[in-house]
């Protein structure tokens, strides 16, 4: 057997469709191009997404995934837990005895109008009171 006697398995290819050769192929006249209009030109090229004017999927959709890289503090208000206010020194640990806490909570703000009093009696620097800078 010689490389000249070599051919293509049975089946294994199929001719080309030859469009815009006339009526009588099937395929003349606008050849797969559907009417008239901007799709039909030579230039066109669709957006990305584009639904031919429906609203795309991708702005149906909500947006998703976005998680702020910045935890957001508990906030306390210490005029409603007065406990607080009589503690002598001011620590996440201190807190959670006093007021009720999930483990996750790391941060703590503490909001009133006399909150501001109890700035100095605050010795962890994940608590922050309000107006503090």
């Not at 057997?1 to 815009?20: D, F, P, V, Y």
């Not at 004017?53 to 149906?60: A, E, K, N, S």
């Not at 009720?100 to 703590?108: A, D, G, Q, R």
């Not at 006399?114 to 922050?128: C, E, Q, R, W, Y």
Request: glycine share 12%; aromatic share 4%.
């Amino acid at each position: 057997m010689g490389l000249e006697n070599l051919q293509k398995a049975q089946g294994s290819t199929h001719k080309t469709k030859r469009i815009g050769r006339g009526q009588g192929s099937g395929w003349g006249k606008t050849a797969t191009k559907g009417g008239k209009g901007q799709t039909a030109r030579k230039g066109y090229n669709e957006k990305r997404g584009f639904e031919g004017g429906q609203q795309p999927l991708q702005r149906r959709l909500p947006k998703v995934g976005f998680v702020s890289k910045f935890e957001k503090p508990y906030v306390i208000n210490v005029e409603k837990i007065t406990a607080i206010k009589e503690l002598n020194e001011i620590t996440v640990e201190s807190i959670k005895n006093v007021h009720k806490l999930s483990k996750s909570v790391t941060k703590i703000k503490l909001i009133g109008s006399s909150a501001k009093d109890l700035a100095t009696k605050i010795k962890d620097d994940n608590i922050s009171v309000s107006g503090q800078k």
